[in-house]
Every structure is written in structure tokens, then in C-alpha cells.
């Protein structure tokens, strides 16, 4: 045998040694980047990893590009556990994408909200709740709004940012004013005639990069936007930026957490998964970014309690949209909102 | 035979980099996508049916079809004085001036389109000078619009345009030109009646060209558009990652990409025609 014989075949042992260790102490963790990434990193992933794991934040960008991702890696996949968008998810689970939840590894279920355990049927529950708010220059805009129909103000005109289906903010803002108009988040049409007067106003129907960052580039007034980031950005803009859970009621943003099918390192998923949804996870991060806890006993502190939609003010605000019945309405309503809202704002 | 030896690795790159996605897209296209938004694996040609018997894809094709053909025309016009410089130009300064007619590619495309929303945006440099100097109170509308969507197309074509007219023309004869001054033509004459005949199948082979990098445009709509600019590649963007329809987002990809090679085939024809002429 000659050096390099032996060298090649000790790092060959090595590696079959070191694999399986290395393997069972890791896992993969995809999710959304940005200051989802940073805050779930500071909040949850490093006290898990703490207690001697090694988890890896894979950014899988939109919920629909982490199902590609999925999709892609379905025969080999190289993610563990996935927390992403409970409409999306809902293909994966449908597709095989993601296991069923097992109750028995996760007796950190018995913890959470009804809606919590609900959210994700037969696959991972909700990890975080979030709801749509409508977010403001507090500089230019006085007194504050509270109701969407302050984007419809003849003085706003051009001034308004709002995402149009099949954008989920848009789906929700037609639910939330087809409920306090018609009675019924269904009933687009009750919904069109506050579109429409609002659509006058709009300046962009697809704000980019997002609407918080036009409003304080100068670009926009009113926006809509979720509450965890925009709660996040109001604190970051020392308070330029308002945040309005408005009249017209909110719709909830849930993401789920899943166990990716086959998944490499299950066993560390499994631990990740119940840490993620215990209590002391779910309130570090409520506190750091206003998400709303899906664990009853997280003990949230009341004031970040009160800037998510678990508020008690706010409960009887929040409309129960049935995403998985919205996934079937949203083409007519993509089809209405162009030809109905988005044609008659020409600019 | 040697020619196809010496092809032979780029062609192999070209199945394993483009022929072999596309037949992977091809497949995804023949799936079906359930009632709740789930792909299911099936051979059937239903996006395709769906997407051919919906108006609003005819609209899309109509859309995309306009604003790419009336982008490149005017692309190509604002071109030909830029490849007509440049190949009037001494030898000596006509390699700075083509490179100077190119040099916005040398810019990444997404750059560039930022520095149009802050040219054209309601609080940006048009407006300022519009509303410092009294002549308009509202902004005027130049982005968000199809109107913001056309400038910024015309802008990211033209370079295509002025690389193959300098090309195009760089072959014409300059004696014919000479021939008709000599004649008595004066210099729009000269160029109306020589000039201009003889670059027509150039003209139309950047026409094409620009058409076809325009028919695929994705940047531009997506971002000068703000969500009013509905063309193809935007709705297969929103089909793939909005509404997670992948056979739908694949089935229209396939139909675009026939559209595509159509017009690709097309220009072959009329280069061919435009070398035998000069």
C-alpha cells in the first residue's frame, strides 16, 4: 500500500466514522430570510443549538419558492423541518411533502391554542400567528387612521401602496372589507365598491421592495402590511412608521411548522419542532418581533401581547378566513380585482 | 464532420443546460394541479386547454405582443442615427463609439431600472423639475404605468438594436452612397432613397431581435409596472409563484417559448435575406 493508498483510505474511515455523529447532532431548518432569519436565529434556533445541536438556516425565500425547494428535493431532501405559509404548506402536506404530525413525539401539542394544533390538519401545526395591518407615515398622515377608507381620502391620491391578489395581502384586505360591508369575507362584491375608491388613490398595486420601506423612502403614505413586521419596523423608524389594526377587522397569517417527509435528521427535527412551539421559545419570540404566540403558556409580557392580534381588544376584531375555501375563490377574484379595481386606477 | 467534433461540446452543454430543463418544464406542464392547489403527477394536456380557452391569456398574448413589437420599433429606430454614427466614424474612434452605444449592458439590468424609478417616480428627478418649475401640481405619472414599462423596455433594447445594425450596416457599400451624391442627391435624399432601402432588412433583423428579447421581458413589467402591467412572463411568474399553479406557470412558458422559437426562426430567414442583399 503506498502513502496515498493509506491517506485515501484513513480519511474514508474517518469520514464513516464522523458522518452519522455529525448527522445525528445537525439538522436543517428552512425558513424565510431577512429579519424573520435574524430573530428566529437570536430567539430560537441558538438557545436549541445551546444545548449542543447544530442547526443550519437554510433562507428558502417565499412560501411558494420553499415548496419548489421541496418539490425539487422530494426523492433526496436536504431540509428537516420547514416553517412556512399554512395555505402553502397545505400542498405539501397534500402532496407528501412534509409528514403527518405524530402526537406522540410532540407532547408539546397539548400546550397549544385549538386553532394552533388546527391550523395545519392533518400535518405540523401553527408556529406563529400573524395578522394584516394597515401601516402609515405618522408625519404626514394626522390624526391617526382607523379605518382602511383612509386610503380612499381624495387627499391621498397617488399616495397609496396595495398589493393586489393573487398577493395574499390583497386577498385579505378584499376579505376584511367584503366582511364589514357585506357580512361575509366571501361576498367580493360587497367588498369592490371600497376597492374601487380606494384603487383611485393607489400609486402602486405591487409596492417594491414592500410597503414599509416606500413609506419611508418618501414614496408612499398608506400601505398594508403583516404586524410582526411592521411592528419592527415602527420600532426601527423610532415610531415614523404607524401601525393600524383597522375598523373593518384583521385576517390572520398563520404559519405552520413541519417535519420534511424523509428527512435525514428526524430525530433532531422532532426535538427542534417541540422546541420551537414550547412556551419559553414562543414568548422570546413574541417579544422580539410581535408574532403571536401559538403556546397558552408562553407567559407573553401585556405589552408585547398588545401589539399582536391575541390581544384581547383585538380578538373579536380578527375574521375566521377559511384559507383552504379562499384557495378556491382567489382565481374569480384575481380575474374581478383586474378587470373591476386595478382598470379603473389607470395612472 | 469535424465541425460537428468541434461543436460537439458546446452542444453538450446546450442539452444538459437548456434541452433537457425544458423538457423537464415540458413534463410539469403535462401534470395536473387539484381543486385545493396540489400538483398531481397525470399526463394530461388540461393547464393547456384552460389557458387556451381563457380571454384573458388572449388578452396577455395581445399585451405582450403590443408592448414588445412597439418597444422594439422604437428601440430600433432610436438606434439606426447611433449605428449610422458609428460606422460614418473614422476607424480610429468607431470602436469607443460602438462600445459607448452598448455600455448600458455593462450595467446589471436591475441596477439600471432602479436608477429609472428614481428618474421617473412622482418624487423623482422629471417630477421635480416639472413641479419646481410651475408646470404641473400633481406628479406626472411616468412609472407604475405601461408608459414607465415602454421607456424602461425601449432603454434596455436599443443596445441589442445598435449592436446589429452596426453590424447590418457596416455592410452596405459606401460607394452606392457616393454614386447618389455624385447624381446630384442631396443628403436626406441619399438616405431616404439608398440609404435607408439598403439597411431595411438590418432594420428588421434588430426589429426581431429586440421583439424577441422584448416577448420575454420579465425586470422591466415587474418592477416599472407596479401590478397594472399584466404581459406573459409577469402571469407566469405570478402562476408559479403566487398561485404555486406549476403545471399552469410551465403550460404557458411552452406556449410563450413557441411564440419565441417562431419568431427566432423568422429572423434566421430575414439575416439570411438582409447578407444576400448587401
Request: proline share 5%; aromatic share 6%; glycine share 8%.
Amino acid at each position: 500500500m503506498t502513502i496515498w493508498q493509506g491517506a485515501v483510505l484513513g480519511i474514508a474511515a474517518l469520514a464513516a466514522v464522523a458522518a452519522p455523529a455529525s448527522a445525528q447532532n445537525s439538522m436543517t431548518l428552512m425558513s424565510y430570510a431577512g429579519i424573520f432569519r435574524e430573530n428566529y436565529t437570536d430567539t430560537v434556533v441558538k438557545p436549541f443549538a445551546a444545548k449542543g445541536a447544530e442547526v443550519q438556516f437554510f433562507e428558502g425565500g417565499s412560501s411558494s419558492q420553499m415548496l419548489g425547494t421541496l418539490r425539487a428535493q422530494k426523492a433526496d431532501p436536504q431540509v428537516d423541518v420547514v416553517i412556512m405559509d399554512v395555505t402553502t404548506a397545505a400542498l405539501a402536506c397534500a402532496e407528501g411533502l412534509v409528514e403527518p404530525v405524530r402526537p406522540a413525539e410532540l407532547p408539546v401539542l397539548a400546550q397549544l391554542a385549538p386553532m394552533a394544533r388546527s391550523a395545519g390538519g392533518s400535518c405540523g401545526p401553527a408556529v406563529t400567528f400573524d395578522h394584516l395591518v394597515m401601516v402609515y407615515d405618522t408625519q404626514k398622515v394626522q390624526p391617526a387612521p382607523a379605518s382602511l377608507m383612509a386610503m380612499a381620502d381624495p387627499s391621498q391620491r397617488g399616495a397609496v401602496g396595495l398589493a393586489a391578489p393573487p398577493n395574499i395581502q390583497g386577498l385579505a384586505v378584499t376579505a376584511m372589507l367584503a366582511n364589514a360591508n357585506g357580512g361575509d369575507w366571501k361576498n367580493i362584491g360587497a367588498a369592490l365598491p371600497a376597492l374601487k375608491s380606494i384603487a383611485a388613490n393607489v400609486q402602486t398595486f405591487d409596492p417594491k421592495p414592500d410597503g414599509y420601506s416606500m413609506i419611508l423612502n418618501d414614496q408612499l403614505r398608506f400601505a398594508t402590511g403583516w404586524n410582526a413586521r411592521a411592528q419592527l419596523y415602527r420600532d426601527q423608524s423610532k415610531n415614523r412608521i404607524g401601525v393600524v389594526l383597522p375598523d373593518e377587522g384583521t385576517v390572520f397569517q398563520i404559519n405552520t411548522i413541519n417535519i420534511v417527509a424523509n428527512a435525514k435528521n428526524r430525530g433532531k427535527a422532532v426535538e427542534f419542532v417541540n422546541h420551537a412551539l414550547s412556551a419559553a421559545a414562543q414568548k422570546a419570540f413574541t417579544e422580539r418581533m410581535f408574532y403571536g404566540p401559538v403556546n397558552t403558556e408562553a407567559g407573553v409580557t401585556p405589552e408585547a401581547l398588545g401589539r399582536t392580534a391575541l390581544a384581547p381588544e383585538y380578538r373579536s376584531k380578527v375574521i375566521d378566513v377559511d384559507w383552504g375555501e379562499m384557495q378556491k375563490l382567489r382565481d374569480g377574484w384575481n380575474q374581478r380585482w383586474r378587470r373591476e379595481v386595478i382598470s379603473a386606477a389607470p395612472r | 464532420m469535424t465541425g460537428w467534433l468541434l461543436a460537439a461540446p458546446a452542444l453538450a452543454v446546450l442539452a444538459v443546460a437548456f434541452l433537457w430543463p425544458m423538457a423537464g418544464l415540458f413534463r410539469i406542464s403535462l401534470n395536473r394541479t387539484t381543486e385545493t392547489g396540489a400538483m398531481e403527477a397525470a399526463l394530461t394536456t388540461e393547464s393547456y386547454a384552460k389557458l387556451l380557452g381563457d380571454s384573458f391569456t388572449a388578452e396577455l398574448a395581445w399585451n405582450t405582443l403590443l408592448l414588445a413589437g412597439s418597444s422594439a420599433a422604437v428601440a430600433t429606430v432610436l438606434a439606426l442615427p447611433v449605428a449610422l454614427m458609428v460606422r460614418a466614424a473614422s476607424p480610429r474612434w468607431r470602436g469607443l463609439l460602438a462600445l459607448l452605444g452598448i455600455a448600458p449592458l455593462l450595467v446589471s439590468a436591475t441596477a439600471r431600472l432602479v436608477g429609472w424609478m428614481a428618474i421617473l417616480g412622482d418624487q423623482g428627478l422629471i417630477n421635480a423639475m416639472l413641479m419646481g418649475s410651475g408646470l404641473r401640481d400633481t406628479p406626472l405619472p411616468l412609472i407604475n404605468n405601461w408608459t414607465g414599462v415602454r421607456i424602461g423596455l425601449v432603454e434596455s433594447l436599443m443596445p441589442y438594436a445598435v449592436l446589429v445594425l452596426i453590424a447590418g450596416l457596416g455592410r452596405l457599400d459606401p460607394r452606392l452612397e457616393e454614386a447618389a451624391a455624385t447624381l446630384g442627391a442631396g443628403r436626406a435624399r441619399t438616405f431616404l432613397r439608398v440609404t435607408l432601402p439598403l439597411a431595411a432588412p438590418a432594420l428588421l433583423a434588430a426589429w426581431l431581435l429586440t421583439l424577441v428579447l422584448g416577448l420575454s421581458s420579465f425586470i422591466t413589467p415587474r418592477l416599472m409596472g407596479g401590478g397594472r402591467v399584466f404581459v406573459m412572463a409577469t402571469e407566469i411568474y405570478d402562476l408559479a409563484l403566487e398561485y404555486v399553479d406549476w403545471p399552469g406557470a410551465a403550460a404557458l412558458a411552452m406556449l410563450l417559448l413557441g411564440a419565441l422559437v417562431l419568431l427566432m426562426l423568422l429572423r434566421a430567414v430575414t439575416t439570411r435575406g438582409a447578407g444576400r442583399r448587401a
